[in-house]
Nanobody, 117 residues
Framework: QVQLVESGGGLVQPGGSLRLSCTAS????????MSWYRQAPGKEREWVAT???????TYAASVKGRATISRDNAKNTVTLQMNSLKPEDTAVYYC???????????WGQGSQVTVSS
């Protein structure tokens, strides 16, 4: 079955950087769109970034210019590099996978990112 395991979260000072990774297993990684979402306390989960099976990336306005999503199909991993972090970036970050012709998202367990001085 689809398994997604996030890593790389933690406490970061404002203005700092963080690199989140998601390791996938149980499916043909190269055929899936991979995304990052986040959910702050008391708020709904929001989309952050997506990278297509072909490597095309899109970003939410709130992170555009500060985030880079990338994938390594040989290692079944997707990463999210976040720079110039702000306190409002504090959230649990989730990795998701959706088959390129499908409608169902598969989720990881989440990784906490806290931006605070």
């Amino acid at each position: 079955q689809v398994q997604l395991v996030e890593s790389g979260g933690g406490l970061v000072q404002p203005g700092g950087s963080l690199r989140l990774s998601c390791t996938a297993s149980g499916f043909t990684f190269s055929s899936y769109y991979m995304s990052w979402y986040r959910q702050a306390p008391g708020k709904e989960r929001e989309w952050v970034a997506t990278i297509s099976d072909g490597g095309r990336s899109t970003y939410a306005a709130s992170v555009k210019g500060r985030a880079t999503i990338s994938r390594d199909n040989a290692k079944n991993t997707v990463t999210l590099q976040m720079n110039s972090l702000k306190p409002e970036d504090t959230a649990v970050y989730y990795c998701s996978a959706r088959y390129k012709y499908g409608l169902t998202d598969n989720w990881g367990q989440g990784s906490q990112v806290t931006v605070s001085s």
